[in-house]
């Protein structure tokens, strides 16, 4: 069996899914006179029934945090992976795990929408970074943001900042013409700027 990591919910994620398959190994465990496992440390029936729940409820995180962590992620595809883990989420049925399931959530929805002044709470759809990579992206553009609105304002701040840039290219370079007279084999060269 693996232990847990408190640090990141893969590793819960992964314990609980080694256990529940090893369920009638950690049953014999517990109850191995040998091993002197005390009663408050052994897993009820009703724990038993709450360790599938969770597994569902932590699946969508542990699936996410691998993509994000492979090495042909970018920065394109967390707001796309945030999304799509919040929808699975929600499609966990509620049944002994609604408050654990309402938390991860509101966490979720702190992370793209910011309603925290910790630093680590960035509002993923408004970081500029974030939002351009996702814009830019072809599997996502603006279908990648949960807040539509966002993706579209985004979209337009992405506009604006090519056409500024653009404009300020055009008018900062200087516009070389060359013009030749074939009748006397002179050439005429015009620098603009």
């Known amino acids: 069996m693996l232990l847990d990591c408190e640090t990141r919910w ?3 994620y992964t314990m609980l899914e080694r256990a529940s398959q090893q369920k009638q190994a950690v049953k014999l465990a517990e109850d191995d006179p040998d091993l ?7 897993l009820t029936p009703n724990d038993w029934d709450l360790i599938p729940k969770v597994i569902a409820l932590l699946g969508p995180i542990y699936a996410s945090s691998l993509s994000a962590e492979s090495d042909t992620a970018s920065v394109s595809d967390i707001i796309p992976l945030t999304k799509k883990m919040k929808i699975e989420i929600q499609r966990v049925s509620q049944s002994g795990i609604g408050t654990m399931k309402d938390a991860l959530l509101n966490q979720i929805d702190r992370y793209l ?3 925290d002044t910790r630093a680590h709470f960035v509002k993923m759809e408004q970081n500029p970074l974030m939002v351009i990579a996702t814009l830019l992206d072809p599997r996502y553009k603006t279908a990648g943001f949960q807040n539509k609105e966002e993706g579209q304002r985004g979209k337009q701040k992405l506009l604006t900042l090519i056409i500024s840039e653009l404009t300020q290219e055009v008018s900062g370079t200087e516009m070389v013409t060359e013009t030749a007279d074939p009748a006397d084999h002179t050439q005429v060269t015009e620098v603009r700027k």
Do not use: H, L, Y
């Open 113 to 115: 929408e910011g309603g």
């Open 36 to 42: 002197a496992i005390v009663a408050e440390s052994k």
């Open 10 to 12: 893969g590793s819960v």
